[in-house]
């Protein structure tokens, strides 16, 4: 069969589109929201070839009209997880033998499917089911899930490049393997790209996937899953099912052919996934690969020269966007005293203006948290705030889900730099603030690296670059992604690889070629032309 050395397209960032009034997007997008609203669908696990339905159905509903049903989708349990691994065990010959541009290939298709016929599918999905704004969606759902596919594709083909060097009469060669096993994928609510990411990542070099998504993400899963099998992967390479955690774990983490965990969560959850993977580390054919993406106390700190309205745009845009749903949102802030006021009032305006409302409506830049549960959780966290004396809020503070769940954007001033919302991740939009002395810059810093567990990102404010030079370096540990003069939201693939370390993860850096390399075991080859037949050496022969 015909052989060559493959040159594939130059990955480019996927243009933003901006669904201003009176645009053509905009209208499109209006129209498949209007259209999927009025639908209920019926949702089944895909495994295998099979399409699995339980008749255990559990229904989907907008966080910011939570009455209403989108449709159901069909609960498995651990039977199901174990169809779904017997299942990508299976079609693992096939697909980690197929040649690598025929993955290139099917991935390359998502993408351009992504970025054009379901562009507003995938898009009015994450709107409905994770009650993201249009821009939010355009640049989750649309642009960057786009990006990781089209970029993952060249940074696959550089590590097959990379070769080591041969000498005389040798040919060294460096291959990469699939890893011994399936992956288990584990995906969070908060964005679309990222559940798109973690299957296709390691099945892109060859693994196969067992893929289980948040249930409240599962709405927006299902048509990344349709664009995956309407790409052409094949059946058995990503197989998505809905379980609970604790049924996956018991099934997955006892296989003897686990071989590796793609995750994006919460701490504890993936401290518990380690720890287990720890204790039953003898029960498996190699080590599992373990990586991922977990909290973040992201931070905002402003030197005394900086500019009081850049700081409090990045605090409403990196604070509130999202109802500070990611995992880069900032939720603590350090402002100089002599700033404070003016930070305090660019804020205040900022938010009388921000309009808090379902998705549908275009204008709404505010929407609700995911679900009834972080609902509470984020009432209870500014029910304390109000009845502390260690704090007082000083912008919002209400809450209200009789239609859907919604916290308004609110900000706690913190009167202890240790007080518990400066420290705890909350996952919502609730940002801290502690004023300091102007001349405690050195002694702020200290209680910011060492007050959280979290190193996730974290962006400086200055206009000295002297006091620039010193933040970075002292606040060098702190953030996987660090931003100068910027809020720490908004990494782009290709620019700004993601992850963090310290509680935040193992800082694999999605987006790059270090998360591919974490997918693949490599084999070295030496081939010698003409293999000696004396087994003695020049050294060992008399004078």
Known sequence: MPKGIYNVPVATNEPIYSYAPGSTERAELQATIKKMRSEEIDVPMYIGSEEVRTGDKRSMNPPHDHKHVLGYYHQGGQKHVQMAIDAAMAAKPAWENLAWEHRASIFLKAAELISGPYRMKLNAATMLGQSKNAFQAEID??????????????YMTEIYNQQP????????????????????????????????????APAMMGNTVVWKPSKTAVYSARVLMEIFKKAGVPDGVINLVYVSGPDAAEVIFNSPDFAGIHYTGSTAVFQNIWKTIGNNIHKYKTYPRIVGETGGKDYIFMHPSANSKEVATAITRGSFEFQGQKCSAASRAYIPASKWDKVLKYVQEDLAKIKTGGTEDFTNFHNAVIDETSFDKLAKAIDEAKASPDAEIVAGGTYDKS???????????????????????????????????????????????????????????ANDRYAIDKLMKRLVNTAGNFYINDKPTGAVVGQQPFGGSRGSGTNDKAGSMINLLRWVSPRTIKETFIPPVDYMYPNFLED
Request: hydrophobic content about 45%.
């Open 141 to 154: 759902a649309a642009c960057e899930i786009a990006d990781f596919l089209r970029f993952n594709v060249g």
């Open 165 to 200: 060097k041969s000498s005389k009469g040798i040919w060294n060669r460096l291959e990469q393997r699939p890893l011994e096993g399936f992956i288990f994928a584990l995906t969070p609510f908060n964005f679309t790209a990222i559940a798109g990411n973690l299957p296709s």
């Open 403 to 461: 239609v859907g769940y919604f916290i308004h954007p609110t900000v706690i001033r913190a009167k202890k730099a240790d007080y518990t919302s400066m420290v705890e991740e909350l996952f919502g939009p609730i940002m801290t603030i502690f004023v300091y002395d102007d001349e405690k810059v050195d002694e702020t810093l200290e209680i910011l690296d060492k007050t959280s567990m979290y190193a996730l990102t974290g962006g400086i404010f």
